[in-house]
């Protein structure tokens, strides 16, 4: 496809062809195929996030092209410290009131160059958890129960 700038001048005003290369659709966008959370104690669900506790986060990407994949980590709440795939997740103790929900997202761009043209496709991928107190949260239920029964 060709399509012309306009250049604007003290002078004149002139075209000048610029060429666009648009990618061909051969190569394919990675898939991230699941985003994994761990926390740190044995046994731990899945979907119980402490405040102050952090939790390694994972995401399996597929692609099956031969680019060059890079990937940034984002949240709601907190800090995520990441090194490609595999990510820290730390939300603090002043994200309270909980439970609350947060979310963790990554983003996967692959880099590509065809005919000379370096070239993007992305993929995301997002969690939704509870964000807890558990200390806290189980001293209050304590406390009601005592209220109430005492």
């Known amino acids: 496809m060709l399509l012309h700038r306009v250049v604007e001048s003290a002078l004149a005003q002139s075209y000048q062809p610029v060429e666009v290369v648009a990618p061909s659709g051969r190569n394919r966008a990675p898939v991230v195929q699941a985003l994994g959370l761990v926390g740190p104690r044995p046994r731990q669900p899945a979907g119980l996030i402490n405040v102050g506790e952090p939790v390694e986060a994972s995401a399996d990407v597929v692609d099956e ?12 709440v907190g800090e995520v410290a990441s090194t490609g795939g595999r990510a820290t997740w730390t939300v603090p103790a002043s994200a309270a009131p909980t439970p609350r929900a947060a979310s963790i997202s990554v983003m996967v761009t692959e880099t590509y160059v065809e005919a000379g043209v370096e070239h993007r496709n992305r993929a995301e ?3 939704t958890v509870t964000v807890h107190d558990s200390q806290t949260e189980i001293f209050g239920l304590g406390q009601t129960f005592l209220d109430r029964f005492a």
Do not use: H, K, P, V
């Not at 092209?65 to 709601?76: E, P, R, S």
């Open 65 to 76: 092209d031969a680019g060059t994949l890079t990937y940034q980590w984002t949240t709601t």
């Open 125 to 127: 991928a997002t969690r």
